[in-house]
């Protein structure tokens, strides 16, 4: 399963079902990701593993925290 992810940040407040993913943030250099991006949990694919080219990078602990809460908002999960 793969989300969404954009460096178009929208503006305004993010939905519950968006993580946005600050440069800024301590965890930031662990992503791969090269500017701050959201990752739209609102937009979920299946997908074959054998179409998957690479791994961009990794979430930290508080930011795997966050997405997985975003992650229950866009399942309507308690």
Do not use: C, N, W
């Not at 998957?52 to 930011?63: D, F, K, Q």
């Not at 809460?69 to 866009?74: M, V």
Request: proline share 8%; no cysteine.
């Amino acid at each position: 399963m793969v989300a969404y992810l954009s460096s178009v940040v929208p503006q305004g407040r993010p939905l519950p079902t968006h993580l946005l993913v600050h440069a800024d943030h301590p965890e930031f250099s662990e992503t791969g990701l090269k500017q701050t991006s959201v990752i739209r949990l609102d937009k979920l694919m299946t997908v074959s593993r054998s179409l998957v080219r690479r791994r961009l990078g990794r979430l930290g602990p508080s930011l795997q925290a966050a997405l997985d809460t975003a992650l229950k908002a866009a399942l309507g999960l308690p």
